[in-house]
């Protein structure tokens, strides 16, 4: 197989875009679509600050890799969530990675806060994941307002796009429907921007990449998510992009270009509190995630 770009032996078939390239064009090909990302969604420039997510994985290290190669201003922000090996050797990787490129980080210990997931996991009846991702979403929320970011990058690839999209679709929930936009705005003072800008590029072409540039990542998955239905989601469209090279990104594209705006909620004026708890802004007197904390005690 060679390059389409310049012959030369090629190191990844992209058949979605029944195209080969070589490392130096698969590099070109896939920095483009990242750009292409940003600026169709009109996400960020450089005069922003930009908090970067970053779980130890391949996406959002990728993520973090390119922006800061563009010339964006980021800091990595990594919530070290008390699961065993698992977040030993992904803070490892955080860590080894910032060094190495010499980058900002910020990094929030649930352990060291007293509520590591599985702590609360064993005291919240909820599903773990749920639990996991109101925490997440608060510290995220909370270290960008206080390091007062313009915005919030996150490394979703277009697979976990169309697996939520999928779920989504087949319960046809509009609220969350409503929420699929790669760049949704601030809400509030609290809460940040949040962006996807790796939305345009699969699993499988962020995992070539991180490869072919040597970044270090932690490969396990998070030992909760066994079971997940978005694994469920993301099978069934792997299955389907295998027959039909194409599917997501068709999938999700048309989604924007014909059904998102069906989904626009009106725009309701929620009243803002001050929770009573830890003083940040939210939606009820006490916030989600101290309502949560409380069936610690
Ligand atoms: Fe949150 Fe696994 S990453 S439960
Ligand atoms: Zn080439
Ligand atoms: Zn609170």
């Known amino acids: 197989m060679k390059c389409r770009k310049c012959g030369e032996r090629a190191l990844v078939t992209l058949r979605r875009h029944n195209a080969s390239f070589c490392k130096e064009h698969f590099n070109e090909f896939f920095r483009r679509q990242v750009e292409k990302g940003i600026k169709d969604y009109k996400m960020f420039d450089w005069s922003d600050k930009i908090m970067v997510?970053?779980?130890?994985?391949?996406?959002?290290?990728v993520l973090w890799y390119l922006l800061n190669d563009m010339g964006f201003d980021t800091t990595g922000m990594y919530i070290n969530l008390g699961i065993g090996e698992y977040s030993q050797k992904s803070l490892e990787k955080v860590n080894n990675f910032a060094e190495k490129h010499n980058l900002k980080s910020i990094i929030v210990n649930l352990d060291e806060l007293g509520h590591p997931i599985p702590l609360l996991e064993s005291k919240v009846k909820r599903q773990v994941c749920?639990?996991?991702?109101?925490?997440?979403?608060?510290?995220?929320?909370?270290?960008?307002?206080?390091?007062?970011?313009d915005v919030v990058a996150t490394g979703h690839n277009l697979d976990d796009e169309t697996a939520r999209l999928l779920g989504n679709v087949l319960k046809w929930d509009p609220a969350y429907l409503s929420k699929m936009d790669p760049n949704l705005p601030e809400d509030g003072e609290f809460i940040k921007r949040k962006v996807k800008p790796l939305v345009r590029l699969t699993e499988l072409e962020v995992g070539a990449f991180a490869f072919m540039n040597g970044i270090d990542y932690i490969k396990d998955e998070c030992p909760k998510a066994v079971g997940a239905t978005s694994m469920l989601y993301k099978n069934a469209l792997n299955n389907l992009e295998s027959e039909m090279p194409g599917t997501k990104h068709y999938f999700y594209n048309e989604f924007f270009r014909s059904a998102a705006d069906k989904f626009k909620m009106e725009e309701v004026n929620t009243e803002m509190h001050t929770c009573a708890v830890c003083g940040l802004e939210s939606f009820n007197e006490v916030c989600s995630f101290c309502r949560m904390l409380e069936k610690l005690k």
């Open 53 to 61: 997510c970053i779980s130890g994985g391949k996406d959002s290290l």
């Open 130 to 149: 749920a639990i996991c991702g109101t925490a997440k979403r608060y510290y995220f929320n909370k270290t960008a307002y206080e390091g007062k970011f």
